[in-house]
């Protein structure tokens, strides 16, 4: 139970990280991102292969590039920084001033052929098998704790990292950047006709909300100590659009609800629970419900459980 | 950062001799259709404008090439002296030319006073940076940005509305708030387009009046409208245009009596 706990916590942590990088491009930017996951894969990838050490070349069981063994916590800045280096790359061509439908059809299709790609090129990170044997950040410091302890100080860690960003956001969101970012996302020509740059705002959302998946890639594959492409199928993005729909887009707090909600209670108890049915049945009853919930929610909350909240100004409270 | 006064303001260099906005021999083309063949005009210091023509005459293409939402095919746009003829529309506005839209443009999930204060603080005061690291210096700037949004309202009469979002409003509310999202970053040109499309007869009236302020202010204002007897009411000089040439440029009362411009509206 202990066991059971602590790997949903870690879990919500991770998938917090990944909701207000999306509340962050899509609530306040508008960027339709279907490649969220992608981002996430770019940070895991990173934090494995350069925590795995080097790839001993013909004969080893698993072949990656850029193997070494960069000492904790340089993995997680590694993913972080390959999570927006992507963003970066994709960003510059899937945000130029094109509808956003065509945006979220160019995202949704790059995402699909890196997936292609990543499972094909075997020698970039061993393909469809994906990468095992990656080590746990300090698990000789912390070899005194038992399995269970360990478990829970890297809940304990990936709470410590959540909280850090959710500092971030919040302040970004509040700002005069986070305003300006949502003035794009309302009207763009509008926007530019003050002295706005939309595409040059754009970029700067997609390129943090890239770091911060990159970041909760690298913390999940050091806490599974393994990942591959079927960790990131393009549903986990869904699954993330519809938890922050269901919680509120645009409010802080709203989407870490809805990820309480999605992600953990929909999507992560049910694989602890005893079988049901035949093989497979659970899991595809999850997706089901998910679009249905995604349904739902935008036909009878379309502002979610926690709308974005209403900024009052009093000319009172003024100095 | 130029944040206005308690009035409408003027910001931006001081006054040159020459005129404000020189559009010369401008073509716009679509694809094979031109909609805009060699337009010249001139906006001088302090002047109304009133652009004006049936349908399809090539106004709305004009306004959009001036802005740069449209690119210009061909010829120069000079603002101030300076060629912005192929510059985006940030770089336009941030030499101090805005404009409204045919659709009414506002941030509708954006209250009105963010609608005014995103305009005050502009690029500038929106720095990824400065929002993540700045501390006492950008909280005295948006202070004095939230103060002129107050003094802004205040002068508009609606600060009653300061707290509804964008898309709760009635159409000529809406025409306001994109009237003085403009000139929170005090311009120095304006461009209307159709302004009065939507709104309720007591707000054209009052929508007249403040162009006549802000013009008063030193503002110079180039509006395409329809509605002739609001062109007459405001407009110091109007530009006739048909089938996209420039037919006449004129006085609103020498315009009409022009043979060309009759021929261009009733042919």
């Known amino acids: ?319 | 950062m130029t944040v206005g006064g308690p009035a409408v303001t003027a910001g931006g260099p001081a006054v040159t001799a020459g005129p404000v906005l020189a559009v010369s021999e401008v073509t716009v083309r679509f694809g094979g259709v031109v909609a805009v063949r060699d337009a010249s005009l001139e906006l001088r210091e302090k002047e109304v404008v009133g652009l004006i023509g049936p349908n399809g005459a090539g106004k709305s293409s004009l306004i959009g090439a001036l802005g740069g939402q449209i690119p210009v095919t061909r010829g120069r746009v000079l603002l101030g002296g300076a060629d912005i003829t192929a510059a985006p529309p940030h770089r336009r506005a941030r030499l101090g030319l805005c404009r409204t839209f045919q659709l009414t443009s506002t941030f509708d999930d954006l209250t009105v006073f963010e609608n005014l204060l995103v305009a005050a603080l502009g690029a500038d005061g929106s720095r990824l940076r400065s929002s993540l690291a700045g501390g006492r210096a950008r909280q005295a700037r948006v202070a004095a940005a939230m103060d002129s949004v107050w003094d802004r309202l205040t002068e508009f009469d609606m600060a009653e509305v300061a707290n509804l979002y964008g898309s709760e409003l009635s159409g000529g509310q809406r025409r306001l708030v994109e009237i003085m999202r403009c000139l929170m970053r005090s311009p120095r040109v304006l461009l209307l387009d159709e302004p009065m499309v939507g709104v309720a007869p007591h707000l054209v009236e009052r929508i007249q009046g403040e162009c006549q302020r802000i013009r008063d202010s030193g503002v110079s204002i180039i509006i395409v409208e329809h509605a002739l007897e609001v062109v007459q009411a405001i407009c110091d000089r109007v530009v006739v245009m048909a089938s996209g040439s420039v037919v006449a440029q004129a006085t609103y009362a020498e315009a009409m009596s022009s043979g060309a411009v009759r021929e261009a509206y009733f042919a």
């Open chain 1, 1 to 319: 139970m202990s066991f059971y706990i602590s790997t949903l916590l870690v879990y919500f942590f991770v998938d917090a990280l990944l909701a207000w990088a999306l509340n962050m491009q899509f609530g306040w930017g508008g960027i339709p991102n279907f490649a969220l996951i992608m981002f996430q894969a770019a940070g895991a990838y990173a934090a494995a292969v350069v925590s795995l050490g080097p790839d001993t070349g013909a004969g080893a069981f698993q072949r990656y590039v850029f193997g070494s063994s960069l000492p904790f916590p340089l993995p997680l800045v590694v993913a972080t920084l390959a999570g927006g280096l992507l963003a970066l790359i994709v960003g510059s061509f899937s945000l130029r001033r094109i509808r956003r439908d065509y945006q979220a059809a160019i995202l949704l299709i790059v995402s699909l052929i890196v997936t292609g790609l990543v499972t094909n090129v075997v020698g970039l990170v061993n393909g469809s098998n994906g990468l095992t044997g990656v080590p746990r950040p300090l698990s000789g410091v912390l070899s005194r704790l038992t399995y269970d302890g360990y478990q829970w100080a890297y809940a304990a860690w990936t709470a410590v990292i959540a909280a850090a960003v959710y500092l971030l956001v919040a302040r970004l969101g509040s700002s005069p950047w986070g305003r300006a970012l949502r003035a794009v996302r309302d009207n763009e020509d509008a926007a530019a006709t003050i002295g706005l740059n939309p595409v040059s705002l754009r970029l700067q959302a997609f390129v943090i909300g890239g770091m911060i998946c990159g970041l909760s890639g690298g913390l999940l594959a050091e806490f599974l100590a393994s990942w591959s492409p079927a960790a990131w199928g393009y549903a986990e993005t869904f699954a993330v659009f519809t938890a922050i729909i269901l919680g509120g887009v645009g409010n802080t707090w709203g989407v870490v609800l809805g990820t309480l909600l999605v992600q953990v209670i929909f999507l992560q108890v049910p694989t602890f629970l005893p079988q049901v049915g035949y093989t497979g049945l659970i899991d595809a009853l999850q997706w089901v419900l998910i679009g249905s919930l995604w349904l739902v929610c935008l036909a009878i909350r379309p502002r979610g459980l926690i709308p974005a909240r209403r900024p009052v100004v009093s000319r009172e409270a003024r100095r």
